[in-house]
C-alpha cells in the first residue's frame, strides 16, 4: 500500500517479540505463544505462510491471508501486535527486507479478455430469443425440435458465458448444484402452468411454458456479469486502499448491496420488457415474473459465493429451494388420493391468494434472503478478494 511509511531499515510499526537475528539457537517457541524468547515467533510464522508473504504486494494481502487461515486479533496480540493488519505490515515490512524484490508492475488485462467475455454474456440471452420466436413460428413436430434444439443451444451458451469473465470459478460445484440449479429454471418455465392446471385437476394435456420469464432470465445474464465485474473491481480497489480488516469490511458492504440492487433493476426492466411482449398463448401470469425476479436474485447471490469459492451455503440453499417447489407440486397430486386432500391445502391456499406464481416467489425470495445475509457476512472479508476469482 502506497500510503505505508517505513524508515530505511525496513522495521515496521509495532514489536514482534524479538530480534530476527536472534533466531538462531534455543528451543522452537509454538506459533501462537508469541513470547519473547530464544526464538522469532514472528519470523516463525513468515515460515509457515512463505509463500503468502513472497506473493503479497500489500500488508492487507497478507492479513487478508492470515484471515482466511483462522488467524484472528487475538492471536496477533499474542505477537504483540494490535490486530491482524498490524502484524500484516511487520510481515510485509520484513519480507520485503529479507529478499528485497523488484519492484512487480501491475500485469495489464489483455485488450480482448474484456471483449471476450461481454461478448459471451449476450450469448444465452440471444439464444433463448432466437428460440423463443422459433416456437411461434412452428407447430407440432418442428416446435418439439426448436425447443430441444434451443434448449441445447441456451444451455451450450450460458456454461460458455459463465466460464469466462467475473462470473468464471475454478472451485468445482456439485451435481446437487448443477441439477438443483437446472430443476429451479425448468420450474420457471413449466412450474407454474402445471401447478396451476394440477389444482384444477388437471393436466388432460400439454400447458403453456412461461417463456417471458425465461426470456428475460437469459438476457439478465448480461447485466449480472457487469455487476459481478463492479463488484469485483470495486472490492479490489477497496482492498489496496483500506486500513484494516474491520475498514475494508464496512466500505464492501454497501459496495456488495448496491451491485444487488443494480442487478434488480436491470432484471426487473427486462421482466417488464418481455411481460409487454405479445405471449401466443404462452403462460403470462403476474405471478411468474414475480417468481423469475426471485430467482434471478438468488442465482446472482449463490453465483458471487461460488466464484469466491464458497460453495457450500449455495449448494444448501439451492437444494432447500428446489425441494420446496417439488414438494409443492407433489402436494398438489397427492391430495388426489383417497383421505389425502388435506395435504394440497397449503400451496392451494397460497394459489387463491395470490396465483400459482407465489409459490416460487416466496420459495426463491426466502432462499435469496438468505443468500444474501449470508454474502454480507463472507463477501465483505478480506480473504474473499485477496486472489482474484476471475478477471477483473
Not at 396451476?196 to 428475460?216: K, R
Not at 397460497?350 to 426466502?366: F, K, N, Q, S, T
Request: proline letters at 7%; hydrophobic letters at 45%.
Amino acid at each position: 500500500m502506497s500510503d505505508l511509511v517505513r524508515d530505511g531499515s525496513g522495521a515496521a510499526r509495532g514489536d514482534a517479540g524479538g530480534d530476527p537475528g536472534s533466531a538462531s539457537g534455543g528451543a522452537r517457541t509454538s506459533l501462537g505463544g508469541g513470547r519473547r524468547g530464544a526464538v522469532d515467533p514472528v519470523k516463525a510464522l513468515m515460515h509457515r505462510h512463505r509463500e503468502l508473504c513472497e506473493r503479497a504486494v500489500d500488508p492487507l494481502e497478507i492479513a487478508a491471508g492470515l484471515e482466511a487461515h483462522g488467524v484472528t486479533d487475538r492471536t496477533a496480540a499474542r505477537f504483540r501486535h494490535r490486530d491482524v493488519f498490524s502484524l500484516a505490515e511487520e510481515m510485509y515490512a520484513r519480507a520485503a527486507r529479507d529478499s528485497d524484490p523488484a519492484p512487480r508492475p501491475a500485469a495489464p488485462e489483455h485488450p480482448g479478455a474484456r471483449a471476450d467475455w461481454a461478448v459471451l454474456s449476450l450469448l444465452p440471452g440471444a439464444l433463448c430469443a432466437a428460440t423463443v420466436a422459433g416456437l411461434r413460428l412452428t407447430e407440432g413436430q418442428p416446435r418439439l425440435a426448436v425447443a430441444a434444439g434451443g434448449t441445447l443451444a441456451v444451455t451450450l451458451g450460458l456454461r460458455a458465458a459463465l466460464r469466462r469473465g467475473p462470473l468464471g470459478t475454478t472451485h468445482r460445484t456439485t451435481s446437487g448444484t448443477l441439477a438443483w440449479t437446472c430443476w429451479l429454471i425448468a420450474y420457471a418455465l413449466l412450474g407454474d402452468g402445471l401447478l396451476s392446471v394440477g389444482i384444477e385437476g388437471g393436466p388432460d394435456g400439454p400447458w403453456p411454458p412461461a417463456t417471458a420469464p425465461v426470456l428475460a432470465l437469459a438476457l439478465a445474464c448480461a447485466p449480472a456479469v457487469w455487476c459481478a465485474h463492479l463488484f469485483t473491481a470495486g472490492a479490489r480497489r477497496k482492498l489496496t486502499t483500506s486500513r484494516g480488516l474491520e475498514e475494508f469490511a464496512v466500505s464492501v458492504r454497501p459496495l456488495l448491496l448496491g451491485v444487488f440492487a443494480l442487478f434488480l433493476c436491470a432484471l426487473g426492466a427486462l421482466l417488464a420488457l418481455c411481460r409487454a411482449a405479445p405471449s401466443d398463448g404462452a403462460y403470462n401470469g403476474p405471478g411468474a415474473y414475480v417468481g423469475a425476479g426471485a430467482l434471478g436474485a438468488l442465482l446472482l447471490l449463490a453465483r458471487l459465493l461460488t466464484t469466491r469459492g464458497f460453495t457450500h451455503a449455495p449448494a444448501v440453499v439451492l437444494g432447500a429451494a428446489g425441494a420446496a417447489e417439488v414438494t409443492a407440486l407433489t402436494t398438489v397430486f397427492a391430495a388426489r388420493l383417497p383421505g389425502c386432500s388435506f395435504v394440497a391445502t397449503p400451496v392451494e391456499t397460497v394459489a387463491d391468494a395470490w396465483g400459482p406464481g407465489a409459490v416460487p416467489a416466496l420459495v426463491c425470495g426466502a432462499a435469496a434472503l438468505v443468500l444474501l445475509i449470508h454474502a454480507t457476512r463472507t463477501l465483505t472479508r478480506a480473504s474473499a478478494h485477496a486472489t482474484p476469482g476471475g478477471t477483473p
